[in-house]
């Protein structure tokens, strides 16, 4: 297998998980068009198995490994959706699967992970931590890593979500979704450049956790130790494979401040009616401040999951 990501392995990756995941719908909004000076389409992944995309990425790696690979189960470290994502399809499988999440993991995303029967294992709120617990549970268990973002069968099935849109929006002039550790967007570029190339894709991350932005902008991968967001399924930093994918099909990434994360959040709630996590509302607060290559445009919205603490809402630590 190539160490970039393909058209070949996105088409593989929707066949492998038909049935096993959902076709989200798209909703649009005047009122959501009108703030933003652009018409948007909001593909719907919270409304996805799992409440979030990583449903498409896990289940195509866990079906995708041979029946002597897949027998010691699958293991991995997550913030919570690919965590989630993992455990389904490792049950959907009948294999076991081993999750490491951080300490600070948002109690909805934990409780998550525990129905679908996975063994979790807590470690400190830092990658090097999860890195860590990860190979310790490789070596006792001989499970294999599916990491959440770097790599190219996770990466595949995260792009089977822009394929859905394209088909289901015609003649988009851009796509923007979420960036983290950089699945998404890898694949959301790769399947732009093959099913529609005139459209322009673009990332959205928090001002608190830019590596990917300050990556692109400098042409070198840049770290980010302590990211600092209430977006916590965008803390992840990119990887080699994904900065390479970023670099080759990505227009522009943009950077939004922690109160536009969460008015932006609001506002999808409001409008919407749809439930989405600070992560999915990163990029609908990119484009709230219509930045002018977007602007005027048809967007196509990635709102990536909708999985968080209902008892903790960003806003009412503000209101408190």
Request: with cysteine; aromatic share 4%.
């Amino acid at each position: 297998m190539s160490d970039s990501l393909s058209w070949t392995l996105i088409a593989q990756a929707r066949e492998r998980i038909a049935g096993r995941v959902h076709q989200t719908p798209v909703l649009t909004s005047c009122a959501l068009d009108e703030l933003c000076g652009a018409q948007l389409f909001f593909k719907c992944e919270p409304l996805q198995k799992c409440g979030a995309f990583k449903a498409r990425g896990a289940t195509n790696a866990v079906f995708a490994l041979g029946d002597e690979a897949a027998r010691s189960g699958v293991v991995t470290h997550s913030s919570g959706n690919h965590a989630a994502a993992l455990a389904r399809a490792a049950r959907l499988r009948g294999i076991p699967a081993y999750i490491v999440m951080p300490d600070n993991t948002p109690r909805a995303k934990r409780a998550a992970v525990a129905r679908y029967g996975a063994e979790i294992t807590y470690c400190e709120a830092s990658l090097p931590a999860r890195e860590r617990a990860a190979r310790a549970l490789i070596e006792r268990t001989g499970a294999v890593l599916v990491h959440p973002y770097d790599d190219l069968l996770v990466m595949a099935g995260q792009g089977t979500a822009a394929v859905e849109l394209l088909e289901q929006v015609p003649q988009l002039d851009c796509l923007i979704c979420p960036v983290g550790g950089g699945g998404l967007i890898s694949g959301t570029a790769v399947a732009a450049r093959a099913r529609a190339p005139g459209v322009r894709v673009f990332g959205a991350e928090p001002l608190g956790a830019d590596d990917a932005a300050r990556s692109l902008h400098s042409g070198e991968l840049q770290g980010m130790p302590q990211p600092k967001t209430v977006a916590d399924g965008l803390r992840g930093a990119l990887a080699p494979r994904t900065f390479a994918e970023i670099q080759r099909g990505v227009e522009d990434i943009l950077t939004v401040t922690e109160e536009e994360i969460v008015t932006a959040m609001r506002e999808l709630w409001e409008v919407l009616k749809l439930i989405v996590e600070p992560s999915g509302a990163v990029p609908y607060a990119a484009l709230r401040a219509s930045p002018a290559p977007l602007r005027g445009r048809r967007v196509g919205v990635i709102l990536s999951g909708g999985n968080l603490d209902l008892d903790a809402l960003p806003w009412m630590a503000a209101s408190a």
